[in-house]
């Protein structure tokens, strides 16, 4: 009767444990490549691929109240601080959630092309 009742706590404890610790949760969104021109009158010039992260607890036990609402622009411009560039172009946001024994953790990354901006001398008010 002891063992028995031995395996069964060994069991819960091993399922609670595959539940609070294995358990990340992930998704994944593009920034449209035209957010940030001044559009039609500038002049994009790629630099390199930047990546920029922003980590925060965002849960306690069963508690979790997902990523802080700035998490995508701090990622942002965390990769921006990596280089001299004004934007971000092909830019693509992953949010992942990873839950631990006691706590979750959100995870934002920001993964996209450092370009520079200029806007054009052209006239194109048409007068």
Not at 9 to 18: C, K, R
Not at 47 to 57: I, K, P, Q
Not at 65 to 77: C, K, Q, T, V
Request: proline share 3%.
């Amino acid at each position: 009767m002891r063992r028995t009742l031995s395996l069964a706590a060994l069991a819960t404890t091993a399922a609670l444990l595959t539940v609070n610790l294995g358990c990340t949760l992930s998704s994944s969104t593009g920034i449209s490549p035209t957010s940030h021109f001044v559009y039609p009158n500038s002049n994009i010039t790629a630099a390199s691929e930047v990546t920029g992260v922003h980590t925060a607890v965002c849960g306690v036990f069963v508690f979790s109240w997902g990523p802080p609402a700035n998490a995508a622009d701090i990622a942002l411009n965390n990769a921006l601080s990596k280089s001299s560039a004004d934007l971000l172009i092909n830019a693509r946001i992953t949010s992942k959630i990873t839950n631990f024994m006691l706590f979750s953790q959100c995870t934002t990354s920001v993964t996209g092309t450092a370009a520079n901006m200029e806007v054009g001398k052209l006239d194109i008010s048409g007068e």
